[in-house]
């Protein structure tokens, strides 16, 4: 087993990620820096930093250099890891998942799948909603009653082919 | 195997669900009604409609009745069906889902799901988005290059207890 | 698929509950009646003779005539088919549970397991909490933040043999 | 494999978890102490501090300052790996549970999962336990048949939103 | 689902049975026979002839006769169903097994199999408990501290073939 | 890849166990022990000790001492692995199991478990046999026509509670 | 179990479609009409047509009234099962696929998946070949060493958003 | 967890491959070289290159030899790791596949598997399409809506035996 | 449940077969002909008809005109039913096996499954034993320490395609 | 992951074996020798000396001497890790496998396992064919379209006991 370390590295789902992705978390949390600002600095929005940063998203070499900077890592380091002959291998951890946060997620395919095709069908015809061409935001709206999380997926839809 | 239906209820997912649900389908195939327009009857929105109409979500009983008039089902069955002593049994097809649609929300899990839990924790601390006391949305969102699904999920934050 | 029917029987998990079962659920039902009541006829706790219900219990043939007094159920049938010669076959519905309510009960085991066994094993030795001699308990909680949900399991520890 | 070890983290199911945590299980070994103590330490229940060893709970920075000098810990090294920016990767362990104590509890979801969930919908409605704000709790009961585990969830009733 | 019945064959572990079986099964409950008085009467184990009932053992034709005359069942139905041209598709029910009799049983597999095939290795050398020439008996112990259950399985050594 | 040892602790279901497990069976080999001859040194039956030995069993501290006697090992080092605040995590391997040994365990509660459960009930009642409270005991059965081995399972029989 | 039929609908993956499906396989084999005679007179590929079929793929009402007609179907009833207000729900049959046939595709995906992600990656970038807008194709190609199947898929390459 | 590296044999799927893969993936990435470039070299299709780096196909000894060369790897190491005593351990990677590139090949099968099955059946008679004899290749098409991926299987149909 | 039935078509493996199939097992039964002697009277091994019986291969339309008169069985009807329309969707019951028959089977791939690989390769090369063209024949063979079934696959030799 | 070998024991279904197979694996390589060539040093056959390389037979500590001895390993090496003290944990890589080869012989008993079991028990009654007591043969039959592989088990007969 693993000795210390200061990322959630240690993680299983984490275990098949990138050696560097253990070097940008630490980083990370050495500089004490949120994702929101590191995603400023490149110009992105912080979930799809986050992706990144887990592996399900590629840098360009340009935002791998300016990463780099913000975080105080050797860019030729990550270029030679991350850089353009490194394509991502998406899809991390068990399914279904077991922790709270991304089970909830899961949830809500189990409860509201049929329910959410169901509607795109009717607003949108025989298609589906691109999870490829799609945004993913998150926002803390303020509630007296407890502050509420808005999570958006805006996806293009696409028409099924007939030939 | 069963013989001629017109609604959905022959696929297996549906299998599960009270008889009372191919009715309403039936009907609103026959009325040519959309879930916006029942849903608009009842005051409710048209993805929690289209919910309860898998078994999903519970009517009161007075909903039941405004949908049983709407789709000129007699109120005495439905009711006898879905009313009061009912309670959803949640959760409808096997996982992963192997429709397009569905599969494209369990990949987002799949793929943002490590990312979405990172930024709710540095946006609200640890906790999850109730799955809950949370609301689904579907826009259609125009655009030139295609028209995009604007699904949005509207949860409280829950913290987690420490005792 | 099923015609219509009253009880929640439909749904996958009860498909393999004796034929009785159905009449149960019907009949408390159309008699209105809850589970506290039933159970207090026959002098046995809710949450037991819901679970008796489900086919996870077992009925004295007493405990089942009074069942069928007060349903308004002919003894005969269910004795017929609950009786003396009918054994429970327990284990109800898929796993992992995918009703939010049953798969919060799953993810305690999932979150809190390892965290309960260490306790019993500090507090008790090396042994178990017994699942069969085992009283299961739901309590009601008025809290002004929101109500809250007392679930208690009353279980016999049970050393392990040594030999 | 490992080479020897002093504490239960060569067990798979514990490979995921930070390697502070083995810090932790040792220390509390050599120095003899039990959950309760420790937990009574910082203030909080014995569960709780269980399952933050096992990584299925989050210290304040404060707390995990307190747990260090009780185990004699140095407070940097379990603060750099278990701090602020350190999130639970909660769920732990294979499913269905291989271990007898862990899996009496899951046996109890099979068994009374749906008596469960009736009886909490006959007394408050359609919703569910939360498994977030829950608090778990372990007595020993004396009993001349036997000690007694009386295990107890607290969680809040949550009603599903409708929208 | 079903209508009423006096059998468990309600329960979706025997739903592959031979239909015949059902008839057993009432057959052996309306006569408030035991496994042990049939046995009896055809000269065989109670286990055995249970395994013949849940469609786990094949019955000569002359067996057959005796258990249909001891029932009262018409030996031509059951001749029919059961005779010379039928073959038992063995395995019955769900792994694993939810029902916690039969879990017990596989808890056995999990926790001693390791040690048992240490044991029969270093008694026997390399080889298998047969399965197939084995006899299974269960036996009522009684015990002041509670009845014991003995579980015997009696199966020939069978050495590996080396060529 | 691990290098050469003269254990199975190389194959998976070992990869589980505590360091000192290696060194146990390493030694055992080493002096050209049977699990008999050192059950037989610290009072316990031979499946108990081999049991123990996969870490599906635990030791008291003398047990411990005596064993590391026999041995030839230090003490010290097996206590404090394998001493008073070490808790067996049981269940060990695969399921199904794939050895044709083990694997016929599994298949007797395939073939066997429904007619073992029948015959529990018709003998005992509502009820189990626990395999916490039991013992389990091989004995080598010498048959002209090939030995046999006798598997016997002892445990206590527990009714359901009721409440 | 199910009477006769002349369709392949008796095997277990064709359980979920709808009714109509089963009229259309059985009037095609009455008929003695192939895919390719069907897909020619509503102008659609053979492979399109056959998904059709299959319940993978949406008519228009348009084309069903022609598939009716050359089908000698009255164009009411699949209308009324198949028309505007119903939706595929694709995927159909085990995973793995037990069948040859299909089972050689997947085995496409587990021994080529991973080279042809890569040839994808080096040739366009970051993205996927999107399999709804994607056209499947299958030729017979003559080969003297034995006829070739060459099966096309054509796809567009959709490239991941970045935001 | 590994240190850096340069290639994605840090993903799990890649680590049974053997060791000189990595090597293969890194000369790659290093000499800044397409698998057409390679392959070219070599006389071979990209796709069969690309699965022969993945360790899904067997190069001949002078294969290997001319790739060593292109790659500046020295021909002694490859040899002995790759040589002629080296087979294959085909199948690469978990299913159903997360990563969306590899789960639409996934996808393919679930949607168009049982029509491709249909037409083959109607082209060839009772047989497959080998996927052994089986040469696959992927072809880029220019389009102005969006470059399209045409993904071409060639294998020989292979009709059953009958004896 | 069904009815009472003469065919080992109640065992749910054989639920997917067409309807004709039971009327085959049953007409086989009823006229009390062996595999061997129907096999001989359309001039095939015993082995293959009794895997078209289970619908896992393909009659001619002439060899089921043969089938039929030997079993009696209007001709037309089963023609209807397996005709030139009909395509055996093969693979049959849950895998692993639970029969013990076909698991020792499924036990020898388990257990030799990677040395028959590495022999076929030593001796044929890099490919495969086709189990579509592919003769499986079992003799019995007399032996006075107790008959031996011998079991062969004769199957044709592919290589790997190289491109 | 591992550094360079030479052996196929990188790839995981090799990961389980003791570690004195990679050398019997490597030093067969380096000796060019065929299984053939070594079984016949120690008398016996090809497909039984593989499996004892892949640890799923067991050597008598003479025919590992000669096998030490033909592959010039020093015997003393092999024997503490295979010698008499070592059992084969049998079982060998994932199911259902994913090499062609493998699957190939798992789709034998997919397709042909119920006519296997028919046939088997049409000629020898309620019993199995041993894969204990079971020889494995592999041979090249030469063949003008395809040289042939003939693979045959020889297995003992078992009747099931009756008691």
Same mark, same amino acid.
């Given at each position: 087993m693993s000795q210390a370390a200061t990322v959630p590295t240690h993680n299983s789902p984490y275990a098949d990620l990138p050696g560097i992705s253990s070097k940008l978390f630490e980083a990370k949390a050495q500089k004490g820096l949120t994702f929101a600002q590191i995603a400023e600095a490149i110009g992105k929005d912080e979930v799809w930093l986050a992706a990144a940063f887990y592996g399900q998203a590629k840098f360009t070499e340009e935002e791998l250099k300016k990463v780099s900077e913000v975080l105080g890592i050797p860019a030729l380091e990550s270029l030679s890891q991350l850089g353009d002959h490194w394509w991502p291998n998406r899809g991390l951890g068990p399914? *279904? *998942?077991?922790?709270p946060v991304i089970y909830r997620l899961y949830e809500s395919v189990l409860v509201y799948g049929h329910a959410i095709k169901a509607i795109i069908h009717e607003k949108f015809g025989d298609g589906i909603m691109s999870m490829i061409d799609c945004k993913v935001n998150i926002e803390k709206k303020p509630d007296p009653k407890g502050d509420r999380v808005v999570l958006t997926f805006d996806g293009k839809f696409l028409p099924y082919a007939k030939w």
């Open positions: 399914m *279904p *998942p077991t922790d």
